[in-house]
């Protein structure tokens, strides 16, 4: 019986904008749609990963979402043996990041993998504690390897001891071999990325489907905050800048603090004062680690780090000064958020009718607290930690270059791909190997300057949401987890729910609790101190170094965010309300609106 | 005093005599304060068995219920029907029940003037038929001595409805087993009022209340008249899962110096949730409290009218036990000694499945809601 496939446009049929052209040349070949594999790629759904990607690739930064796709369909297909997925597979278009995910084709492939997995699985689980630690030495270990890579300075003359020592090899080798084990670092640091994370969200995802089969109305947030970890790491660094505060109030140095100067010059006039000096020194102790944190996601390399640019835990620490002196509590009311863990586990607990269940709903919820803490606090040791280091090694790679002459700027480099990159470095070492050697400088200038144009005509591109025949069942439970990409939302996108005027936003109900308020829109973490006293912030992307703001605000509605996303997680942790995922409330919201936000329906409505 | 009872001395052992409705008013009293329950007394089923033997009735029924041929039409069982209810009103109450009604309505307040509720309230034996049936009578703003004992017996009278008639031949139920007590009960000129469910009628979800509202009395509601708005409550966090606010055009009021009810025009407050979030939560702590109280999932109607203390006062007029679900045997989701990785096994191969007896299994759109409301 011939039934109707419902489909996105064919990747095939959307148009360049103008003024793009050749932005193919952006990036790899494998990464791109081909008239080569076009029959494969037109049968196939793919979806916006706007979640992980909401900008434009540049092509240097599309290293990350390549080391973190491969390695996480190796992990699944390869060495867990997940009975149900084959991977999942990128490919660009305009710029734009999309994703279809492989489903294990043959029932008898899947039957197989199930004893497999369950072993493999199970191991981890049965020894998760010990794993989890040894995880934590690996990361140690791969973050000081990639601060231990020297990026050298080419020399006019090697040093005498290349001779006497019988080096053998130039420093232009070592700068070839040291963006090697730059690239192969992030990739590795990805590897420890999934070896837990895919397990950690299984086991979330058990507790969830447990708990919507016997409380089918219970909210994703609850089953989330049932099995949420005490304390996580993420919050730490505001924890640090709370300790700052105090301390520059018990020293009496709150006016040099206040003066309307730049940080670095008040930090610098402190090292040279008694008092002051007791305080940098306090300052200097917590940068390493817990100013290497991002005030986005981490994943793009214009997000700038704390240790970087002291914009928002400075605004953050001067707010704590004022409610510190105003006699209030600066504290997140850990206690009370870990009893109210306990006592609503206890009562879903005690609504369950059968012994089989509760021993059920013991094990899921013990298994989901095992895991939590590495689910919680991965991204601060990855997307933080390692990538404050490694955009900043990269950025050093661009300083060579262009000292060298082959780039205009430093940040001008992450126009290149992760290929190019290596090719641009080869031809500015063979040129300092062989003095009088052109570059092809004006190709690698050109090239930027011109993809710098490109990717400002694809910022005005309208993504298509998704692209392909609508598979038939799309409810998927690591889709959901991982993407937020159910049913009910690609209906939306296909029912072209992008009308501008709707005063009703749709979005992930991140965090429970409804409050109305005056709408306060920023789109970057400079502008964070615009934000006041009991207002809602309205931005893209919640990232959690943006922790300190939700000491003064009354909810969080981000454009961007699952329920499993940073955001969410801060809010709960917060006590505040909070709706994710909208897709356009920067763009629907104006800062000064009354808004009403519903975190337990996920909806934000514009009153006035 | 042995023809009626206050509703505080209405236990479940007493279940015969009171039957459901007041037992479900004597639970109330004894797991919340005594002004959140309307002040009220039942007439037992020993007064309609004393009234039916001091009035020589039951011979003018058997013969009645006799002359029906063995597959009665609609047309003979409703003038059987009305037979009975004529019988039963000129038979009048007489002493000495019209006394102690008397007394305990008296004993009201208002000065012998105070609008009440009349309602049936119908003994075990008969319970599992009674919703079905339609014998359960409620007369609203009676007011004096005189109505009150009219509609007694009118309640009395719908034990023979047509439906009670035409089940009890079916099913052999004999005479002397239908008995009918009858709950008298100060009004509430209720702003707001509806029912409550401590668990989902849909899914039998039990982390999930479930609160129906109208403005006004609730009687268009019970009528299909008007469709209530609804909201959905999580049992243990108390945050409010859901609204869906109904186009209500009208409302009953009760006046209470007459005991009248007008209808009323809403406007265009038509549209307005009828709740606030606060009284949302406010009704379902206090479902959550009386399910702990009682020790299971309850069926509660209620009414928010003004209070002793001013303000809307949240009054509860009835519960009882839910049991669509609550009497369910229900398989457990999780197989028996399964462990965490056996489930994820399953969910990855299966997918999620749906509880067994959950909404999968019910019959039809809408499933099982609404089944047993009076």
Same mark, same amino acid.
């Given at each position: ?608 | ?26 639970? @109330?009293? /004894?797991?919340?304060? &005594?002004?959140?329950?309307? !002040? %009220?007394?039942?007439?037992?089923? #020993? +007064?309609? =068995? *004393? ?9 003018? @029924?058997? /013969?009645?219920?006799? &002359?029906?041929?063995?597959? !009665? %039409?609609?047309?003979?069982?409703? #003038? +059987?029907? =009305? *037979? ?15 006394? &102690? ?274």
């Amino acid at each position: 019986m011939a039934t109707t496939v419902r489909r996105f446009p064919s990747p095939f049929e959307i148009q360049t904008p103008p003024g793009a052209e050749g932005w193919e040349s952006m990036y790899p070949p494998y990464i791109l749609f081909s008239e080569d594999n076009r029959e494969w790629e037109e049968g196939r759904f793919w979806f916006l990963d706007s979640l992980h990607r909401p900008e434009v690739e540049y092509p240097f930064d599309t290293i990350v979402h390549e080391a973190w796709n491969s390695a996480a369909s190796e992990l699944v297909t390869r060495t867990l043996a997940v009975p149900v997925t084959n991977g999942y597979v990128e490919r660009i278009l305009n710029g734009r990041l999309y994703l279809t995910i492989l489903p294990v084709p043959d029932q008898k492939v899947v039957e197989e993998r199930v004893p497999i997995y369950t072993r493999r699985a199970g191991h981890y689980f049965e020894n998760w504690a010990d794993l989890f630690e040894r995880w934590r030495g690996k990361l140690e270990r791969v973050i000081g390897e990639l601060k231990a890579i020297q990026i050298p300075r080419l020399p006019h003359l090697e040093d005498e001891s290349v001779v006497t020592e019988a080096r053998g090899y130039s420093t232009g080798l070592e700068m070839l071999n040291a963006y090697q084990r730059v690239v192969d670092n992030v990739f590795l640091v990805y590897q420890y990325h999934f070896e837990l994370l895919v397990l950690g969200y299984t086991a979330y995802l058990n507790l969830h489907q447990f708990c919507k089969q016997v409380f089918p109305g219970i909210p994703d947030q609850t089953v989330a905050n049932m099995a949420s970890g005490a304390d996580i790491l993420m919050f730490r660094p505001d924890d640090e800048v709370k300790k700052l505060a105090r301390k520059a109030l018990d020293l009496g140095l709150q006016e040099v603090i206040r003066a309307d100067r730049p940080p670095a010059e008040i930090i610098a006039d402190l090292r040279r004062d008694p008092r002051g000096h007791e305080w940098v020194a306090a300052f200097d102790a917590v940068q390493d680690p817990w100013f290497h944190f991002s005030s986005g996601t981490g994943m793009y390399h214009h997000e700038r780090a704390w240790v970087d640019d002291l914009t928002v835990p400075w605004a953050a620490m001067k707010g704590y000064m004022e409610r510190l002196e105003r006699g209030e509590s600066v504290e997140r009311p850990v206690d009370q958020i870990l009893e109210r863990r306990e006592r609503i586990t206890a009562e879903y607990r005690a609504l369950l009718t059968t012994d089989e269940d509760r021993a059920a709903f013991d094990q899921n919820i013990a298994l989901a607290r095992l895991v939590a803490p590495y689910v919680e606090d991965h991204n601060f040791y990855i997307e933080h930690r390692h990538h404050t280091t490694f955009w900043n090694k990269m950025r050093e790679f661009g300083d060579r270059l262009a000292e060298h002459g082959l780039l205009e700027s430093r940040d001008d480099l992450f126009y290149l791909n992760r290929w190019e990159v290596g090719q641009v470095l080869y031809d500015m070492v063979y040129s300092w190997g062989a003095p009088g050697r052109p570059s092809r400088e004006r190709y690698w200038k050109s090239t930027v300057a011109r993809r710098k144009d490109i990717v400002e005509v694809l910022r005005a591109w309208p993504a298509e949401p998704a692209l392909g025949p609508v598979p038939p069942d799309l409810n998927e439970p690591f889709t959901i987890m991982l993407w937020g990409l159910t049913q009910e939302r690609v209906e939306e996108w296909l029912a072209g729910a992008g009308d501008g005027a709707a005063r009703e936003l749709r979005g992930y109900a991140g965090s429970p609790g409804v409050v109305e308020g005056t709408a306060r829109v920023i789109f970057s973490p400079e502008q964070i101190p615009e934000v006041e006293e009991g207002e809602i912030l309205v931005c893209p992307i919640t990232a959690p170094s943006w922790g300190p703001v939700f000491g003064r605000i009354k909810a969080t509605v981000s454009d961007l965010g699952g329920i499993m996303c940073h955001a969410a997680i801060v809010c709960r942790e917060y006590g505040l309300p909070a709706v994710v995922g909208t897709g356009r409330g920067t763009k629907v919201i104006r800062t000064g609106d009354r808004i009403r936000v519903d975190g337990n329906a996920g909806v934000v409505t514009v009153l006035s | 005093m042995s023809y009626t009872l206050p509703l505080s001395e209405c236990t479940a052992d007493r279940a015969e005599l009171v039957g459901g409705k007041a037992v479900g008013l004597g639970s @109330l009293l /004894r797991v919340r304060p &005594e002004e959140d329950v309307p !002040p %009220g007394f039942v007439v037992t089923t #020993a +007064a309609y =068995r *004393r009234w039916t033997a001091e009035r020589r009735l039951e011979a003018d @029924l058997e /013969r009645i219920l006799r &002359e029906l041929e063995d597959d !009665p %039409g609609d047309a003979a069982l409703l #003038a +059987a029907s =009305r *037979r009975i209810a004529t019988l039963f009103e000129r038979a009048g109450l007489g002493e000495p029940i019209l006394e &102690e009604v008397g007394q305990a309505y008296a004993a009201l307040g208002g000065g012998g003037e105070v609008p009440v509720a009349v309602r049936s309230s119908a003994t075990a034996e008969d319970s599992a038929e009674t919703s079905f049936a339609g014998q359960q009578e409620t007369y609203l703003g009676v007011v004096g001595v005189e109505a009150v004992a009219r509609d007694i017996i009118r309640c009395w009278a719908s034990l023979f409805t047509p439906h009670a008639i035409s089940y009890r031949r079916r099913h052999g139920v004999a005479l002397d087993g239908a008995a009918m007590a009858v709950v008298v009960q100060r009004m509430v000129a209720a702003e707001v009022s509806g029912v409550m469910l401590t668990i989902d009628p849909v899914n039998g979800d039990r982390s999930q209340i479930t609160i129906e509202a109208t403005c006004g009395l609730g009687l268009p509601v019970v009528g299909g008249e008007l469709t209530p708005d609804r909201y959905h409550v999580d049992k243990v966090t108390m945050e409010i899962r859901s609204v869906a606010v109904a186009h209500k055009p009208f409302a009953d009021r009760l006046d209470l110096s007459s005991g009248t009810v007008r209808r009323v025009e809403l406007g265009e407050e038509a549209d307005r949730p009828c709740l606030g979030d606060e009284e949302v939560v406010r009704i379902a702590e206090v479902g959550k409290q009386i399910e702990r109280a009682l020790g299971g999932p309850q069926d509660v109607e209620w009414a928010l009218g003004s209070g002793p203390g001013g303000g809307r006062h949240l009054y509860l007029l009835q519960s009882r036990p839910e049991t669509v679900w609550s009497r369910q045997e229900t398989a457990p989701v999780a197989p028996p000694r399964t462990t965490a990785m056996d489930r994820i096994v399953a969910m990855m191969v299966g997918g999620p499945r749906a509880r067994p007896g959950g909404p999968a299994d019910a019959a039809g759109p809408g499933g099982r809601e609404g089944t047993g409301r009076t």
